[in-house]
């Protein structure tokens, strides 16, 4: 696989987590003009942002949850030659399923639908492990 058809799944999540930094920084800027919230009220912790900026910024940390095991493994898989057109696929349904929970986190924060587009990452990122451990001691021990 190319390297670019390998990284492009990153890129978006990357993407991703930069569009959510931003619309939170804007949400919070604008409350914080608007008198709603006042800046000792919020300095030292997060409590006292509105349900909506609260929304916004759980969606933003998301992003450093799970998408950290799918960094590392792109990283491990480029450097071990073992991202394959399987790899890239899976990849793409994940970032898919990451924007799916963010889109479901930032809109209606249905629970029951979060939670299972979070599962289904979670089940896609490690089938992913999975079949990338299995390739390395695979090739390790000439199978």
């Known amino acids: 696989m190319s390297i670019s058809s390998v990284i492009l799944p990153v890129l978006v999540q990357v993407g991703l987590t930069l569009i959510l ?5 804007r949400t919070r800027v604008g409350h ?21 900026v609260t929304q916004i910024q759980n969606a933003y940390h998301n992003q450093f949850e799970l998408p ?11 450097i071990t030659r073992k991202a394959d057109m ?24 249905k629970i029951s639908q979060r939670f ?11 089938a992913m492990w999975v079949i990338f451990g299995i390739r390395i001691f695979a090739a390790e021990s000439g199978v």
């Open 21 to 25: 930094l931003f619309w939170m920084g």
């Open 32 to 52: 914080l003009r608007k008198g709603e919230v006042r800046v000792k009220d919020i300095a030292l912790g997060q409590r006292n942002w509105p349900a909506r």
């Open 68 to 78: 950290v095991l799918f960094y590392a493994l792109v990283a491990l898989a480029l």
């Open 86 to 109: 399987l790899f890239v696929v899976m990849s793409w349904i994940f970032v898919v399923s990451r924007l799916v929970h963010a889109a479901i986190h930032t809109t209606s924060n």
């Open 116 to 126: 299972m587009a979070f599962v289904f990452g979670v089940l896609i990122l490690a």
